[in-house]
């Protein structure tokens, strides 16, 4: 809007003094919106998977050392590697060029342009690419954002000094970090010109949210202003994740705080000696403020982190790292990698993260970090149920529940053997998440748990599948699965069978037959198959926690829906999209099974 149009409404507004304070309203609306009129035109489709801040999954793309190249194509080359991994959230570290004057460095926290691409990671086009990419697998994308500083070069030094903290005329450094200039959140110039680059990337490459660092250290009203502002462009779903502790962070609108003290509190002080209680005084503090939805994000290494210390060597091995991750994905929180952890890599990356290239030879040692994400995907009550905790001084033990849904969560965080007592609560027969063996626990036992050993265990064994758009039931009909409007008998209940900690098979109580779709009919099949047959093996992926669409490993693109209304189900002909290849997994109860399953007290990891 020109100056001279807003100049003749405000003369028109004061000639009427009875609609005065009305047309002062429309004003403010006016000049807030012309703000934003160079808003870049929206590129692509907004992803309408962004998940709910309580189904998260994260992996921290550690740009610089994840690749030979350390840029934005390699990492688009591994989307496939992340994904299966049970990731739904990819978040990039800064990608924006670096400063190149003498007092500034080579951080990729040392912004010269927030928007532009650096051109050590590629171009805007490589961005885009990744971010189609990533939303094609069904992952949403987020950017580190650095609101509190730039490099010394960057053109507001020179162009717009009032936008920095002064003193007697000189630009001030940030805190400790000489290589870069403090942000002045007295300016409003300088809050709408970092509003309108946060909004900038959302419309020229479709991302899907912030990493905000040092979030901390920015007025909580700033945030306010700027998440209420992003959150305006109505047709994308955002995330924002504070790279902070403050309780603020959620009343300022953050989906996320950061686990600093979760870390730094609890997890690193357990394993030299502090009782497991810490883990509940440390949540009860960190979720001060957040309401049902925010969650703390949880991890065991991030890039900072690693610059001095390993998780390998923070935790004692691959057994104490995954018996600390599993607490921290499963208790309460949103699951968090950084690259390399999945293969173990124990070298740690010193700033500004130039010297070191992940090696990414370990394959195996991401069996368990899969395993124990995807079941995280798989259960309503590890993401969103209630929780209960039973632990003592050395072993972490807790329920989570949601509905019918019961899962119990033992894990020993100590090198040594230890005890635990089994409380009246958790007595029953259950099966172990990860093999399917049936294990019975008894009021009043005593168990013993090998170094960093841990069991999961449900009370979950079959399910129904009902379809969104109609609200039919998948059933064993003979050859083919069919659909009904009402659940008849057995063969309308289904046990998930998990292969590798990554797929499933859906194998159905009352035939003991399995779904699939080797035969290429145009119709998902039931019946016997053979071992390793990636045709009847599934990913069921979580759309909103809910919701999930159920595709086949062997043909990705074949996906379970009734779209054609032709009687029984199909894997071809609807988009993932389509409510009618969306489908709900109703836990019911226990059956008899065709199948036999092992009675067993024996606890393995």
Wanted: glycine share 8%.
């Amino acid at each position: 809007m020109k100056k001279k149009t807003i100049s003749r409404l405000l003369i028109n507004c004061l000639s009427q003094s009875k609609e005065l304070l009305l047309c002062l309203n429309l004003l403010i609306i006016l000049f807030t919106s012309s703000i934003y009129a160079q808003d870049p035109a929206q590129y692509g489709t907004p992803y309408t998977g962004v998940p709910d801040p309580r189904d998260a999954t994260i992996y921290q793309v550690h740009i610089r050392p994840h690749s030979a190249t350390g840029n934005l194509a390699s990492v688009t080359a591994d989307l496939d590697r992340i994904k299966a991994l049970g990731i739904n959230v990819l978040y990039l570290m800064p990608i924006y060029p670096y400063g190149t004057d003498s007092r500034s460095s080579n951080s990729p926290y040392c912004i010269k342009e927030f928007k532009t691409v650096g051109a050590e990671y590629g171009s805007l086009t490589d961005l885009r690419n990744l971010t189609n990419a990533a939303h094609s697998r069904g992952m949403a994308v987020i950017l580190d954002w650095v609101a509190n500083q730039t490099s010394w070069d960057h053109p507001w030094i020179t162009q717009h000094p009032d936008y920095y903290v002064q003193s007697n005329g000189a630009i001030q450094q940030l805190g400790s970090y000489p290589d870069v200039a403090a942000l002045n959140f007295n300016s409003t110039a300088m809050k709408t010109a970092m509003i309108d680059a946060m909004r900038y990337w959302v419309f020229a490459a479709n991302i899907d949210g912030y990493r905000c660092d040092f979030a901390d250290n920015s007025p909580a009203a700033f945030w306010t202003q700027a998440i209420s502002n992003l959150r305006g462009i109505s047709a994308h779903k955002l995330i924002f994740f504070a790279e902070g502790t403050f309780a603020q962070n959620f009343t300022s609108g953050f989906d996320m705080n950061f686990g600093f003290k979760w870390y730094g509190e609890a997890l690193k002080p357990i394993h030299t000696g502090t009782s497991v209680a810490q883990i509940q005084t440390t949540t009860n503090t960190e979720y001060t403020s957040a309401n049902a939805s925010q969650q703390l994000v949880r991890y065991t290494a991030n890039h900072d982190t690693e610059t001095s210390e390993t998780a390998m060597n923070v935790f004692g091995g691959h057994d104490g790292v995954i018996a600390n991750f599993l607490v921290s994905a499963y208790m309460r929180g949103v699951p968090m990698l950084t690259s390399g952890q999945e293969v173990d890599f124990n070298q740690v990356i010193p700033w500004p993260y130039t010297s070191v290239k992940i090696n990414w030879g370990n394959t195996t040692a991401k069996n368990d970090f899969t395993k124990i994400l995807n079941f995280r995907n798989s259960s309503v009550a590890i993401r969103r149920g209630t929780m209960t905790n039973y632990s003592n001084t050395n072993v972490c033990a807790f329920t989570k529940t949601s509905g019918s849904e019961k899962v119990i969560v033992l894990t020993n965080l100590r090198g040594s053997s230890s005890t635990f007592v089994v409380p009246a609560a958790m007595a029953g027969s259950y099966k172990e998440v990860y093999s399917g063996t049936t294990i019975n626990l008894t009021s009043g036992a005593t168990m013993t748990l090998n170094p960093y050993q841990y069991l999961v265990v449900t009370n979950l064994y079959y399910y129904t599948i009902q379809n969104r758009w109609k609200g039919t039931y998948l059933y064993d009909a003979g050859n083919n699965v069919a659909y009904g409007a009402t659940v008849a008998n057995n063969n309308y209940r289904w046990e998930k069978v998990m292969i590798d900690g990554r797929y499933t098979q859906f194998k159905n109580l009352g035939t003991g037959e399995f779904m699939h779709i080797e035969n290429q009919t145009g119709s998902v099949q039931c019946g016997a198959i053979t071992a390793g047959w990636s045709s009847a093996q599934w990913t069921p992926e979580y759309i909103d926690g809910t919701w999930i669409r159920i595709r086949n490993k062997w043909q990705p693109a074949s996906i379970v829906n009734v779209e054609g209304q032709t009687g029984a189900a199909q894997y071809s002909g609807a988009q993932d999209s389509f409510y009618s290849a969306q489908w709900q997994l109703n836990a019911v109860a226990a059956g008899t099974s065709t199948s036999k399953v092992s009675n067993s007290k024996t606890l393995s990891n």
